[in-house]
C-alpha cells in the first residue's frame, strides 16, 4: 500500500533547464517524510506536481492505487479530483472567507460529518470562540493551524505541507511543530512535508529526503542523514563543517587530529575529510571520553565565544613539521571559555567524520 | 507497467478537464479577436486603400491637418505636462493652505469633457459674451476694432481647452511617481548639497519620467479622439478631416485614408507608452519607504502654490460647472422639453449595456489568461485592447466595416434563398454603438482586472483546486468576491467613459438617436448651451463618479497605509 508514489519524475518550466530531475519516492500512509534542501532546489515544484498543478512532463504520479499523472500518455488528473491536502507557505487562507467558512470550503453537503469535525478541530486548537472572524485578525501561528485544518479536512490520502513553519519566531515554531506533529500522527494521513531547515527536518520525519539541484540525493532516516551523509553536501547540510584534505595511505587518511579509515577507498586516492564541530570532545567538554580517545591532540585556544547554549571555539593544530596550522572550529555543549593562547587536549569523535574522494 | 489499468481508471476524468480547460482559452481568444475586429480592419483599411485619393488629399487638406494636429499635440502636451507635473510635486512634496484638499480637487477637471469645457468658455469669452460685454462697458468701447481680445476660437484656444481637462492624466501619474519615489533618494540627494529645488530637477523629475511619459501619451490619445472641440473651434485635425471627408464630401474612402494616417500617429505613441512601462520597472531604486517630510512653504511661497493649484481647478472645473449651473437653473425646462428624459435613458441604457458587456468580458479574458497564460495569449489579450489608443472617429469606422460587410452578406444570403431583403441590420443600430463602445474602453475594464487578479495570489488558486473546486467554481467563490469592488470601479469607469463619448456616437447611432453627449453636441454648435445646460450637467455629474474612486484610492495609498492590508483584507 502507498500513499504516494513519483517515479522518474522530470519537470522543467517553458524552456528553461529542469528543475526537477528524475526525482523517484514514495510515502506511506502514516508515515511523514521530509524534502530537505536549499532554497531553489525545486521542493516546491515536486509539491505542486504531487497536487496537480503542474502537469507532469515525463515520468509517473501514483496516489493510493491510480496513476493520477503520467508523463508519456500525457494524462493529468485535476487537482480538484486528487484527494490531497497541500497547505502553502503563505498559507492561502481566503480573505473573505471567515475561519469555518475557510476549513469548510473544500467540503460537500455530503460529507456533514466533517463540518462537525472542523468545528471540533477549531476547538482544541483553541480557536472555538473565533470560528466567524476573518484570517486577517489571527496571529500567524493560528492561521497556521487553520490553513492545516482546512487541507485535512476533505480527508486527503496524501498531506502536503509547504514550509509550514517559515516565519515564525524560534519559540512559536516549537510549539507549532509539536502541535502540528500531533494533529498529523492522529490523522493516519501520508504526508510530505518541505523544508529547508535541518533541525525541523529531523525533528518531524521519519524519513529525510535531501534534494539538491532537482535530484533528491539522499533518502534515510533521520539518524542515517546525520551520521552516514551520502556526500559532502548532505555532511554540510547540518551546518557549518571543518574540512580538511589528505591522501589515502594504509586504508586510512592521516590529518593533525588523527588517522581515518577509509576501508572503501583504494591507496593514493586524495580525499577530504569532513569533521562536525560537534564532533570535536576536550577534557573540560564535561562529556565520557570515547574508550579509544588515546593520548588526544593539543591544540592552540585562538578565541572561544559563547553562544548561549554552547559555546564556540576556534582551535590551531600545527599540521605538520613546517609548521603549518589549520584552524578547527569546535562546538562545545554549555560554557566553555578557556582563554586565547592556552593549550588544550582534543580527541575527535569518528561517528562525526566523513571522508569522501575528491 | 503493473500500473497501466489503473492509468485507465483515472483517465476516466481527464476529458472533462480537458474541455473545460479549452471553454476558457478559447473562450479568451473568441473575446479577444472580437475586439481585436475593429483595430484589424482599420489596420487592413490603412494597407489596402480602395479607390485612391492620395494625391488628392496630399495636394489638398493632408499638410494642413498634420500641421494643425501637430501644434495642437504640442501645446495640449506643454500644456498638460507644466500643470500636471508641477502641481503634482507641490501637494506632494510642499506644505501649504489646501494641499490636502488639492491633492484630490485637482482631479475635478476630469469630470468635464473637453468638448463641454469649449461651449463654456466660447460662451464666456466670444465677442458677444459677458467678458468682453464687460470690458466694452468698463472702457467705453464700442467696436470690435477699438481693443484687441484673444480669439477663443482657435488653435490655441483649442489646445487650452484640452490642457485644462486632460492635465490630470499627467498629475495622477507623476504624483503617483512621485510617491512611489520614497524620499530616501531626495535626501541623499540633499545630503549632496543639492537644494529641494536643485533636487526636483536632478533627481525626482528624471526618476519620474516614464510615468510622465505614460502621462503624456494618454493626454496625446485623448488630443487625438477629440471631435467636439476641434469641430466647434473648426480647428481642421485628423478627427475633424475625417468628419469632414465623410459626413459633408460623402467621401469614405477618403475618410478611411485619413484615418490611416492618424493610425500612424497613435502607433508612435503606443510605442512611446510601451516604451515608458518598460522603463517604469527599472526606476523602483528603494524598496525603503519613508513618509514624505513636506517642505513647509511661507509668505509668498504658499499663496503661490495655493494659487497654483486653486488656478487649474478653478478654470478647469469650478467655473464651467458653475456657468453650466447657473443656465441649467434658468433654462431646464427647455431642456426638458427637448426630451432630456429620452437622452438621458438612451445614455445612461446604452452605458451600462457597455460597461456590462466590457466588464464582463474584460474578467473572462483576465481569468483565460490567468488559467493558461503563454506569450501568444498574452499577446492576443493586449491586441485586444489596443480601441483605447485608437481615436473614436477611427474606430468608428472600423465597427462600420465589418458590420456593413456582414449586413451585405446576410442580404445577399436572405435574398438568394428567402427573395427577402434583410436590409440594414447591425449598421447603424445601438448594437453598432455598443460594439463600439466596449471595444474602445476594454482596456479600462480588461486593465483593472487583470490588476486586481494578479493581486490574487496564485495560491489561492492552488488551495482552491486542492480543495475540491474547478476553476469556474473557484471564479464565482474565490475570485469574484474579492475583485467586487474592482468590478464596480471598473464597471463606474468605462460607464462614465461612455457617457462622455461623442465621435463614435456620432457616427455610428441610429438616424436621430441622440445621447445626452450628441445632444450637447448639437445643441451647443447651434449656439444653444443654455438650452442644453443640464444634458451637459448631467455628463458632469456622471464625470465626479471616477473622481470619486480615485480620490479614495489617493487618500488609501499614502505611503505607509493600504498597501499590505489590501492583500490580507476582504474587499470592503
Ligand atoms: N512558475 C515558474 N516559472 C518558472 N520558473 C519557476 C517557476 N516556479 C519556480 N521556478 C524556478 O524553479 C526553481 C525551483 O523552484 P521551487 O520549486 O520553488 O524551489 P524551492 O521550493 O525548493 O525553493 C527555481 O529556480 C525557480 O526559480
Ligand atoms: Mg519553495
Known amino acids: 500500500m502507498i500513499g504516494l508514489h513519483m517515479d522518474h519524475v522530470i519537470h522543467a518550466y517553458e524552456d528553461d533547464p529542469p528543475v526537477v530531475r528524475d526525482v523517484s519516492f514514495d510515502v506511506k500512509p502514516g508515515e511523514l517524510v521530509c524534502l530537505l534542501g536549499p532554497s531553489g532546489c525545486g521542493k516546491t515544484t515536486l509539491l505542486r506536481l504531487a497536487a496537480g498543478l503542474e502537469i507532469v512532463q515525463q515520468g509517473q504520479i501514483s496516489i493510493g492505487d491510480k496513476t493520477v499523472g503520467l508523463g508519456e500518455t500525457g494524462h493529468h488528473m485535476p487537482p480538484e479530483v486528487r484527494g490531497v491536502g497541500l497547505m502553502f507557505q503563505d498559507y492561502a487562507l481566503f480573505p473573505h472567507l471567515t475561519i469555518l467558512e475557510n476549513v469548510t470550503f473544500g467540503l460537500t453537503d455530503s460529507n456533514g460529518a466533517r463540518y462537525a469535525w472542523a468545528r471540533d478541530s477549531l476547538s482544541r486548537i483553541g480557536l472555538g470562540g473565533t470560528i466567524n472572524v476573518y484570517p486577517h485578525t489571527l496571529s500567524g501561528g493560528q492561521q497556521q493551524r487553520v490553513a492545516l485544518l482546512r487541507a485535512l479536512a476533505t480527508e486527503p490520502r496524501v498531506l502536503l505541507l509547504d514550509e509550514p513553519f517559515s516565519g515564525m519566531d524560534v519559540t512559536l515554531r516549537a510549539n507549532v511543530r509539536e502541535q502540528t506533529l500531533t494533529i498529523l500522527k492522529e490523522t493516519g494521513v501520508a504526508t510530505l512535508m518541505v523544508t529547508h531547515d535541518p533541525e525541523e527536518a529531523m525533528f518531524m520525519a521519519d524519513r529525510i529526503l535531501v534534494m539538491q539541484g532537482g535530484r533528491i540525493i539522499q533518502a534515510g532516516t533521520p539518524q542515517e542523514t546525520y551520521f552516514h551523509p551520502a556526500n559532502p553536501f548532505v555532511a554540510a547540510l547540518f551546518g557549518p563543517i571543518n574540512e580538511l584534505s589528505g591522501t589515502v595511505q594504509d586504508k586510512a587518511v592521516k590529518t593533525p587530529l588523527g588517522d581515518f579509515e577509509t576501508p572503501a577507498m583504494a591507496d593514493g586516492t586524495e580525499a577530504r575529510i569532513f569533521i562536525r564541530p560537534e564532533g570535536l570532545k576536550m577534557e573540560y567538554s564535561g562529556e565520557p571520553l570515547p574508550d579509544d580517545a588515546g593520548e588526544g591532540y593539543t591544540a592552540r585556544v585562538v578565541s572561544a565565544r559563547m553562544l548561549g547554549r554552547s559555546s564556540h571555539l576556534r582551535l590551531s593544530f600545527a599540521a605538520d613539521a613546517y609548521g603549518t596550522e589549520i584552524d578547527i572550529q569546535a562546538r562545545i555543549p554549555g560554557a566553555f571559555l578557556p582563554a586565547s593562547g592556552s593549550t588544550i587536549t582534543v580527541w575527535v569523535d569518528p561517528n562525526q567524520v566523513f571522508v569522501f574522494p575528491v | ?572
Open chain 2, 1 to 572: 507497467m503493473s500500473n497501466a489499468t489503473t492509468a485507465l481508471n483515472g483517465t476516466s476524468r481527464f476529458p472533462a478537464f480537458r474541455i473545460r480547460l479549452n471553454v476558457w482559452t478559447a473562450g479568451t481568444v473568441l473575446a479577444a479577436l472580437m475586439m481585436a475586429i475593429p483595430t484589424i480592419a482599420v489596420l487592413i483599411m490603412a494597407v489596402t486603400p480602395a479607390d485612391n485619393i492620395w494625391s488628392h488629399l496630399a495636394a489638398t487638406v493632408l499638410p494642413d491637418y498634420i500641421i494643425t494636429t501637430l501644434l495642437l499635440m504640442t501645446g495640449v502636451g506643454t500644456g498638460t505636462f507644466l500643470i500636471g507635473t508641477g502641481t503634482a510635486w507641490l501637494v506632494t512634496m510642499c506644505r501649504f493652505p489646501g494641499r490636502r484638499l488639492f491633492e484630490w480637487a485637482l482631479l475635478l477637471p476630469m469630470a468635464i469633457p473637453a468638448y463641454v469645457i469649449a461651449y463654456v468658455y466660447t460662451d464666456l469669452l466670444e465677442y458677444a459674451g459677458p467678458i468682453q460685454e464687460g470690458l466694452r462697458a468698463l472702457f467705453g468701447w464700442t467696436v470690435k476694432s477699438q481693443y484687441w481680445f484673444p480669439e477663443i476660437r482657435s488653435l490655441g484656444g483649442a489646445a487650452c481647452m484640452m490642457t485644462l481637462v486632460f492635465y490630470p492624466y499627467v498629475y495622477l501619474l507623476s504624483r503617483a511617481a512621485f510617491l512611489e519615489q520614497s524620499v530616501c533618494v531626495l535626501e541623499v540627494s540633499r545630503t549632496l548639497g543639492r537644494n529641494p529645488w536643485k533636487s526636483f530637477f536632478l533627481v525626482a523629475l528624471p526618476l519620474a519620467r516614464p510615468a510622465i511619459v505614460i502621462g503624456l501619451t494618454l493626454v496625446l490619445m485623448e488630443t487625438l479622439n477629440d471631435f467636439g472641440t476641434v469641430d466647434y473651434f473648426a480647428v481642421a485635425t485628423f478627427s475633424a478631416g475625417i468628419f469632414d471627408v465623410w459626413l459633408n464630401m460623402n467621401n469614405v474612402a477618403g475618410a478611411a485614408q485619413l484615418a490611416s494616417v492618424l493610425l500612424i500617429f497613435v502607433l508612435v505613441l503606443i510605442g512611446l507608452e510601451r516604451r515608458a512601462r518598460r522603463g517604469q520597472r527599472f526606476h523602483h531604486t528603494t524598496t525603503k519607504y519613508r513618509a514624505l517630510p513636506g517642505y513647509p512653504l511661507r509668505g509668498k511661497w504658499s499663496v503661490l502654490a495655493t494659487t497654483a493649484c486653486l488656478a487649474p481647478v478653478l478654470f478647469g472645473f469650478l467655473v464651467p460647472a458653475a456657468v453650466l449651473g447657473n443656465y441649467a437653473l434658468g433654462h431646464y425646462a427647455a431642456t426638458l422639453e427637448a426630451d432630456y428624459l429620452a437622452f438621458t435613458l438612451n445614455s445612461f441604457g446604452l452605458s451600462a449595456l457597455a460597461a456590462l458587456l466590457a466588464v464582463a468580458i474584460g474578467t473572462f479574458m483576465a481569468y483565460g489568461l490567468r488559467l493558461k497564460g503563454g506569450a501568444v495569449l498574452k499577446t492576443m489579450t493586449r491586441f485586444a485592447s489596443l480601441g483605447y489608443a485608437v481615436p473614436g472617429a477611427v474606430l468608428a469606422i472600423g465597427v462600420i466595416i465589418p458590420t456593413a460587410w456582414l449586413d451585405n452578406s446576410v442580404d445577399a444570403f436572405m435574398r438568394d434563398t428567402f427573395g427577402i431583403s434583410s436590409g440594414l441590420l447591425l449598421s447603424g443600430s445601438i448594437f453598432a454603438v455598443t460594439i463600439g463602445y466596449v471595444v474602445r474602453f476594454l482596456a479600462v475594464s480588461f486593465g483593472t482586472m487583470e490588476a486586481s487578479l494578479g493581486k490574487i495570489t496564485p495560491n489561492m488558486d492552488g488551495a482552491a483546486r486542492t480543495l475540491g473546486k474547478g476553476p469556474a467554481a473557484i471564479l464565482l467563490k474565490v475570485h469574484l468576491p474579492l475583485m467586487r469592488s474592482s468590478i464596480l470601479t471598473a464597471g463606474i469607469l468605462v460607464f462614465v467613459d461612455c457617457m462622455k463619448e461623442l465621435p463614435m456616437t456620432v457616427i455610428l447611432r441610429p438616424f436621430n438617436f441622440h445621447t445626452l453627449a450628441t445632444f450637447v453636441h448639437e445643441y451647443a454648435s447651434d449656439e444653444l448651451l443654455a438650452e442644453s445646460s443640464l444634458a451637459a450637467l448631467t455628463i458632469v455629474a456622471a464625470g465626479i463618479l471616477p473622481v470619486i474612486l480615485l480620490s479614495r484610492t489617493i487618500t488609501h495609498s499614502r505611503p505607509g497605509q493600504g498597501r499590505n492590508v489590501a492583500r490580507t483584507r476582504p474587499a470592503p
